[in-house]
């Protein structure tokens, strides 16, 4: 009998969480205006919210945090560090940032301008956030297939050349500061991007002469579905296949709440000293100085060993095989996900889902709501509330997708807590017909509106 596939870990901490009734969440939401960004974290059974920050810590980081040296300048947990980026990622030129957003923050300072355009697959709603603020324009050259739940293409996350050449025709160098590439792409349901269309985006950039940054976040999980779908990576390992995916870019920004597998802490690392040395003076005016730039030596500490321990197959096959746990499950019932399925998080097709609710009525924020009501069980829309509105015409901005994102924290539920997941999302499923309505926004902010938006139930 063939051994069964078990997780290459055991657990040492637990930590209690309360099962409420369905009576105290119906009021908890409804005191939250229906955000669930503003549920306490105690009224929430499972949070599948974000995997970024919330997974576990190994013993070797937790390990690596008592000899944290926290010193202001010149720290040995910096150096740390930056000798495992340059390890792992092969810059030489390193920031430690607090977190992701902030990586974007100190780099489009200093390399967008008002008026620019930025184009990229897909870009993630901080990164979105940061260009539109700068009076700059991002510009989604996705391949087609992503955004059609029913296809199964295995890099969904791909650029597409055609789309990215006409934009790089479309302007001067000069008014295209970069290109992002985003490894794994969540917006499109956290889909890979191909080592070949990693090489392609290079190839094209440089005849533009233009820099191709990667939004690194999940760049292990990137490099797990290369090894996996792309011809002739099956026999190299993780770490060799992130070296060849870096050796294409010229800098990258990264949250390392994902695959640094640590609660907080960013990076920003280049190869182009120019940019270092503008970066330096953002990274200093925004958050901290060189060596420790917005994080403890603690944290860098941690973060230099999840580095190490993200990019080994065993880790990333137990990650990615409990995701795989809950969106087959689904599948299997029926209910519409992105396929294939990608590698941080389960994204709902909330419009298959729920085809009655009109797109008005932020569809995928009614089945977020739903599946909290349901099981206490928190999810986070990627749709319609997420786009925000444009810019000029401050109409909302419909997406091609409008989902709902479980996303699944490192290390730490079990497959049980997976299967109550599925069970509450199937018994809305079934009677998914009754829902015709969803909401109404009664307050909003001006960028990045859902986190902080309140809402208003349509009966």
């Known amino acids: 009998m063939e051994l069964p596939f078990a997780e290459n870990y055991r657990i040492k901490m637990v930590e209690p969480i309360y099962r409420s009734t369905r009576e105290e969440r119906e009021k908890w939401i409804r005191e939250a205006d229906y955000n669930l960004f503003n549920l306490r974290s105690e009224q929430v059974y499972v949070d599948l919210l974000t995997d970024s920050g919330t997974g576990a810590m190994s013993d070797q980081q937790w390990a690596a945090v008592m000899t944290g040296d926290e010193s202001y300048a010149g720290s040995s947990s910096f150096f740390n560090l930056k000798d495992r980026v340059r390890q792992i990622f092969g810059f030489d030129y390193f920031l430690p940032v607090h977190q992701g957003r902030a990586a974007e923050n100190v780099l489009f300072s200093v390399l967008v301008k008002k008026g620019n355009v930025v184009p990229g697959n897909s870009h993630f709603d901080t990164t979105k956030g940061h260009i539109e603020f700068r009076k700059a324009k991002a510009i989604d050259c996705t391949i087609n297939e992503a955004f059609d739940t029913t296809i199964n293409h295995p890099f969904k996350g791909n650029i597409d050349l055609e789309k990215l050449q006409l934009v790089l025709d479309s302007y001067p160098k000069e008014q295209v500061p970069m290109i992002?590439?985003?490894?794994?792409?969540?917006?499109?349901?956290?889909?890979?991007?191909?080592?070949?269309?990693?090489?392609?985006?290079?190839?094209?950039?440089?005849?533009?002469?233009?820099?191709?940054?990667?939004?690194?976040?999940?760049?292990?999980?990137?490099?797990?579905?290369?090894?996996?779908?792309?011809?002739?990576?099956?026999?190299?390992?993780?770490?060799?296949i992130v070296t060849e995916m870096y050796s294409y870019a010229d800098g990258m920004t990264m949250s390392s709440k994902k695959d640094g597998i640590v609660n907080i802490g960013g990076l920003l690392a280049m190869r182009r000293k120019d940019w270092y040395?503008?970066?330096?003076?953002?990274?200093?005016?925004?958050?901290?100085?060189?060596?420790?730039?917005?994080?403890?030596?603690?944290?860098?500490?941690?973060?230099?060993?999840?580095?190490?321990?993200?990019?080994?197959?065993?880790?990333?096959?137990?990650?990615?095989?409990?995701?795989?746990?809950?969106?087959?499950?689904?599948?299997?019932?029926?209910?519409?996900?992105?396929?294939?399925?990608?590698?941080?998080?389960?994204?709902?097709?909330?419009?298959?889902?729920?085809?009655?609710?009109?797109?008005?009525?932020?569809?995928?924020?009614?089945?977020?709501?739903?599946?909290?009501?349901?099981?206490?069980?928190?999810?986070?829309?990627?749709?319609?509330?997420?786009?925000d509105r444009d810019p000029v015409t401050h109409e909302n901005r419909y997406p091609s997708t409008e989902f709902l994102r479980l996303a699944i924290p490192r290390r730490t539920y079990t497959n049980n807590h997976m299967d109550v997941v599925a069970a509450a999302l199937i018994n809305i499923f079934e009677r998914r017909d009754s829902i015709r309505h969803g909401y109404l926004i009664e307050h909003e902010a001006p960028i990045m509106r859902h986190f902080t938006v309140g809402l208003k139930k349509i009966d």
């Open 180 to 240: 992002i590439v985003t490894v794994t792409c969540n917006t499109s349901g956290g889909q890979p991007v191909s080592m070949e269309n990693m090489r392609q985006v290079k190839q094209l950039a440089d005849i533009y002469e233009i820099p191709v940054v990667y939004d690194s976040a999940r760049f292990a999980e990137n490099a797990w579905f290369i090894k996996q779908r792309e011809e002739g990576y099956a026999d190299k390992s993780i770490k060799e």
């Open 277 to 387: 040395d503008e970066a330096t003076v953002y990274n200093i005016m925004y958050e901290g100085f060189l060596t420790y730039g917005g994080m403890a030596g603690r944290d860098m500490n941690a973060l230099a060993v999840g580095l190490n321990e993200a990019t080994e197959a065993d880790y990333l096959e137990a990650r990615i095989r409990q995701v795989h746990y809950l969106g087959n499950k689904l599948i299997e019932a029926g209910v519409p996900v992105q396929q294939p399925l990608g590698g941080h998080a389960v994204f709902v097709d909330a419009r298959r889902f729920l085809p009655a609710v009109p797109k008005e009525e932020y569809v995928a924020q009614t089945l977020a709501v739903e599946l909290y009501v349901e099981g206490g069980i928190r999810g986070v829309e990627v749709g319609t509330l997420l786009a």
